[in-house]
């Protein structure tokens, strides 16, 4: 297990039980867990497959346990998994934390997704914390537009004096975000990207500027980024090297990684894009006409 970082952000570049247990008890404000879901996704060469169901649940029981253990007194804790085994997880920690939300983040597809069954277009997202009496939900930093209010105009008459309803309102649980497409800028090499705005909305609701955030499975490190956007602390743990290279540079806490320099990944759009500029270039005067060919 390896340690990079500062006072303010770490990685932690290990195994995510070994790494959890070496982070101190009723420590962090908030985590956001998107743990590897058992349906078969290459990370880099490496399946999330367990052999069974079961196996699959046990290790979960084990990180839920460590990450419940970890959060503070005032703590909450949103975590995800497939929707074949959110029923599993919900029931686990009813028992250990208050359930305060069960969100539906809902995104689109371009593709087809099935022919014989309707097809999954949404992943689910507890949201838990210890305290139901005491908890930070900073529901001003997150108003989404309420459309009775702002476009409808709609007069609310029960009220003593008739009035439009609000403009702005608290997000409900389904929440639609576009999923990560490999040419939106904050795209990486990853298969289960979460968006940054999903990331920010939890972050801005659930913690306030200086407290710590934790993200025991990173991938892209888009948690810690975010975090650390808007002024949280943070720890991110991450097995694979290839990811624990994209939380580095995007935190920019190393150059070089391995004696790797650190840098994004060309994807092919902007290959072609820049061998475009090349040739352009070469057929260009000095004074910038463009040099037209006869035929």
């Excluded at 956001?32 to 497959?49: C, Q, S, T, V």
């Excluded at 975000?177 to 609701?205: C, G, S, W």
């Excluded at 743990?237 to 320099?261: N, T």
């Excluded at 759009?269 to 910038?288: R, V």
Aim: charged share 30%; glycine share 6%; hydrophobic share 35%.
């Amino acid at each position: 297990m390896e340690i990079f970082g500062n006072d303010r952000h770490k990685i932690i570049h290990g195994d995510a039980l070994h790494a959890l247990s070496q982070v101190p008890d009723n420590s962090v404000a908030l985590i956001f867990a998107d743990p590897p879901y058992n349906i078969g996704k290459n990370f880099n060469g490496h399946k999330d497959k367990w052999a069974t169901e079961e196996e699959y649940l046990n290790w979960c029981y084990k990180w839920l346990d460590l990450c419940v253990q970890k959060l503070s007194p005032t703590g909450s804790f949103y975590v995800m998994t497939a929707t074949q085994f959110m029923p599993f997880f919900d029931i686990y920690l009813r028992k250990k934390l208050d359930i305060l939300s069960r969100i539906v983040w809902s995104y689109d597809s371009s593709g087809v997704q099935a022919k014989k069954y309707y097809g999954s277009m949404y992943e689910p997202i507890l949201f838990c914390v210890k305290d139901k009496d005491n908890y930070t939900f900073n529901a001003d930093d997150i108003l989404v537009e309420a459309k009775t209010g702002s476009k409808r105009k709609l007069i609310d008459y029960r009220k003593a004096v008739p009035t439009v309803y609000n403009s702005e309102k608290v997000p409900g649980n389904v929440w639609e975000f576009a999923r990560v497409r490999y040419r939106m800028d904050e795209y990486e090499n990853h298969p289960t990207q979460k968006p940054i705005a999903l990331l920010e909305r939890i972050i801005r609701a659930s913690s306030n500027e200086g407290d710590l955030v934790l993200d025991p499975f990173s991938g892209t490190f888009t948690t810690c980024f975010v975090a650390k956007e808007l002024g949280r602390n943070s720890i991110g743990i991450e097995l694979q090297d290839e990811y624990v290279k994209i939380g580095l540079r995007r935190l920019h806490l190393a150059k070089e990684f391995k004696g790797e320099i650190l840098q994004k990944e060309i994807r092919t759009f902007e290959t072609e894009k820049l061998e475009t500029a090349t040739n352009l270039k070469l057929f260009e005067e000095p004074h910038g006409k463009y040099i037209h060919s006869k035929h």
